[in-house]
Structures are given as C-alpha cells and as structure tokens.
C-alpha cells in the first residue's frame, strides 16, 4: 500500500497561522466602499429573479449600478495616485 501522507504534506505546507495580515487587512478596507456597492446592487436584483421589475425597482437598480462604478473608480484613482500611476 502506498503512503499518500507525505503528498499532502507538500500540498498544504505552512499554512497560515494567526490570520490575514495587516496589509491584507488594509487592502479589504481600501475595498470595502466597492464591496459594499456590489452587495447592495445584488440587494436590488435578488428580488426581481422571480417577479417581474417595476419602475421603482428599475430606478434601484440603476442606482446601486451607478454607485459600484462609481466605487470602481474611486478604487482605481487611489490605487493610481498611490503607485504614481495618472489616473
């Protein structure tokens, strides 16, 4: 019988111990605005899978759009002007 243990261990090797980082950290929340605007576009279009939209859940929808891009390019301008990239 052959012993798969070893194989393994190379495929799960140092896993990480103590939780993410500060800078991963820090890089979910430079994000979180974008995240956020994501989750409440899917707010707005979960409901309308079994029903269809109305005028008001149309406005919602293009609403929760405007507000991703908009988080999108906020996101891109400050990862820009911190690399030193022209935005």
Known sequence: MKNIVALQAVVTANPPVGGPTD???DAIEAE????LAEVELLDAQIPLLDRPA????ERRIRRARRRVLAARRDLLNRNAVQTGGAA
């Open 23 to 25: 800078a991963e950290l």
């Open 54 to 57: 109305t005028v008001l859940d």
């Open 32 to 35: 979180m605005p974008l995240i």
